[in-house]
């Protein structure tokens, strides 16, 4: 089929795309190409994908519909957004004008051009410090603690409400911090990978018992083809994780384990808007997507700690 990927550019937007390319389909892709982090490395994985770029922002109303129009998709992958937590309390209002404005952006152009079938990227970070664990797909979202985990709550409401009015299938995926090759550099695993090899210190964040659910970036990719292969009409939403929370001191020893070398660990005080655990209830996932994490965790630090020497 003819997919148009948002955010292809990006870490796991590249690696959406090779599954794509890999079994056939018709790839475009939407990216601005920010400064968020080297646009030349974006701009490199852009190319390296194959698959025809338009360059927009998503806060360009007419950029995003014209790309639309071009691209003729049959489905849109919906991947770009701002990321992060912490940036998104210093500047609340970019990523309110680029997720969920944007997202409006993508919504409305889709049902102009006659595109009825989109996947979503949201974030384990709906769940916000959730009592229960693990998190599932209908608990109450009423624990968000940060803006950028807004957005994306608020994104899915957009997409449950263009789903009902224009008819259209459209399936929410809340990922559960990705990693693996190509992940931002800005991300806790890429950069402790470099400090701890190098033996510079790592600052953590609080006394090291908050715990995070590790998803290796190609189960992601695939959880996202299994929920484009199987969109029906109406909205629904599915948790992509690893099903295995790890701690952050057990984090620290895998990359320990990986880099051969140990840490110099500086502790500081917990940030704001972190959350203390997350941790994905695949149940919903397994069963209507087929969906299976199978990288380990230390698997996938070895495969991402081999791509970041050779980049």
């Known amino acids: 089929m003819k997919v148009l990927?948002?955010?292809?550019?990006?870490?796991i937007g590249?690696?959406?795309?090779?599954a794509l390319v890999a079994r056939g389909d018709d790839v475009s892709l939407i990216d601005d190409f920010n400064d968020f982090y080297d646009p030349a490395r974006k701009r490199a994985q852009a190319a390296a994908t194959g698959a025809t770029i338009f360059e927009t922002d998503l806060r360009d109303r007419d950029g995003v519909f014209a790309a639309?129009?071009?691209a003729r998709p049959d489905a849109i992958i919906h991947l770009a957004a701002r990321a992060g937590v912490r940036p998104s309390i210093q500047h609340p209002q970019l990523y309110i004008d680029t997720n969920l404005t944007g997202t409006l952006h993508v919504l409305d152009a889709a049902a102009a051009h006659g595109v009825t079938r989109l996947v979503l990227a949201s974030s384990s970070s709906v769940y916000g410090n959730n009592p229960k664990v693990p998190f599932a797909e209908h608990d109450r979202l009423d624990s968000i603690i940060s803006p950028y985990a807004l957005t994306k709550q608020a994104c899915e409401t957009l997409a449950r409400m263009h789903a009902a009015q224009h008819g259209l299938a459209i399936t929410a995926l809340r990922f559960f911090t990705v990693f693996g090759p190509r992940q931002r550099p800005d991300l806790?695993?890429?950069?402790?990978l470099e400090r701890i090899a190098a033996g510079r210190p790592v600052e953590l964040y609080g006394d090291g018992s908050t715990s995070r659910d590790y998803t290796y970036v190609a189960d992601i990719a695939a959880g996202v083809?299994?929920?484009?292969?199987r969109l029906a009409p109406g909205f629904r939403v599915y948790n992509l994780g690893g099903d295995h929370p790890v701690t952050l001191r057990q984090l620290v020893a895998a990359i320990e384990r990986t880099v051969g070398h140990a840490a110099d660990i500086r502790w500081l005080p917990p940030q704001t808007g972190d959350v203390d655990r997350t941790w994905a209830d695949l149940t919903l996932a397994r069963a209507e997507l087929g969906y299976a994490p199978a990288t380990t965790l230390d698997e996938g630090l070895r495969l991402q700690w081999a791509w970041q020497q050779h980049t």
């Open 5 to 11: 990927v948002t955010g292809g550019a990006g870490f």
């Open 14 to 18: 590249s690696h959406v795309i090779d």
């Open 68 to 70: 639309i129009a071009t």
């Open 188 to 192: 806790a695993i890429a950069k402790f």
């Open 225 to 229: 083809l299994a929920a484009l292969d």
